[in-house]
């Protein structure tokens, strides 16, 4: 594809980015620093871009969306270049394998299977995902829960393949029992555990936390992402009160802090929208 083709072509569309990626790795004419990156090192941004995709819709920023897809499609044409280098496979061959696992795995869709709701639908397909492994020699209930996710989004992939299988708490009471009791446990090994067994006891409780969201059919990694959200705006709030006042938290007082944090909390109870 000449340069000016590759410049000026608007509807390109995916071939013209795949021949960019193309030209960026060319070990004649490339860019050095695309020519030096694997996928060890790409990984990161690949991760990185995934967050910011997750972000700009969490703002509803719909512009800011355009381009960070953009940016997390362009790190799988980066990883199907690479791939085609090494003479694993190419980008048709991830287009083709994903079109074709979406046809498989919606037969109500593209063949005469009846599936009537979500809940079907979602069975349905933890079979076929079981099929799946089982042909690829993953025997295994968890044998391929990605070891690179979040630690709470995997700890709820986890839980939530176990419970299909029927290793799961019947009730959200033993949930709670058991959240008391792995806080206990962590008071007590601060008096008299290492610091390794504390951080396990620490581990424990945050595993059964995200199963106590499961069971509440909360999402552990948006809860939390809510919650920092909320003290950052209520620290910005204490901030703000304080530079009112010509000083910042470090030339305050605990007490007067949290009473800030206080005013903060209930001001945004007022103007918080009646839900009645």
């Known amino acids: 594809m000449a340069d000016e083709t590759l410049i000026n072509d608007p509807q390109g569309g995916l071939p013209r980015l795949a021949e960019i990626m193309r030209r ?3 070990p004649e004419g490339g860019c050095p620093w695309d020519i030096e990156q694997d996928f060890d090192t790409i990984a990161p941004y690949t991760i990185e871009e995934a967050y910011e995709v997750a972000d700009a819709i969490a703002r509803r920023d719909w512009d800011g969306l355009r381009g960070e897809l953009g940016d997390l499609l362009f790190q799988a044409v980066y990883h199907a270049q690479m791939a085609s280098e090494a003479g694993h496979f190419t980008l048709d061959d991830v287009v ?7 046809i498989t795995r919606h037969p109500h869709v ?5 599936i009537n709701s979500a809940d079907a639908q979602t069975q349905a397909w933890e079979v076929m995902k079981a099929r799946e492994r089982a042909a690829r020699a993953q025997t295994g209930v968890l044998d391929d829960v990605p070891l690179a996710l ?17 290793f799961d708490w019947p009730e959200i009471g033993q949930v709670v029992d058991k959240i008391a009791e792995e806080a206990r446990e962590l008071a007590e090994a601060r008096e008299s555990l290492s610091p390794g067994e504390i951080a396990e006891e620490y581990g424990d409780l945050l595993f059964v936390m995200a199963n106590l969201g499961r069971h509440l059919k909360i999402d552990p990694e948006t809860a939390l992402r809510a919650a920092n959200d909320k003290f950052t705006r209520r620290f910005r709030s204490v901030e703000a009160a304080l530079l009112a006042q010509g000083r910042s938290p470090s030339e305050s007082t605990l007490e007067e802090m949290d009473a800030l944090w206080d005013a903060a909390k209930a001001a945004e109870k007022r103007t918080a929208p009646d839900k009645s």
Do not use: E, H, W
């Open 96 to 102: 083709r394998a994903i079109s074709d696992k979406m």
């Open 150 to 166: 979040p630690a709470l989004m995997r700890a709820l992939k986890l839980q939530n393949r176990a419970a299909r299988v029927g």
């Open 24 to 26: 960026l790795r060319a």
């Open 110 to 114: 593209f063949g005469d299977t009846q």
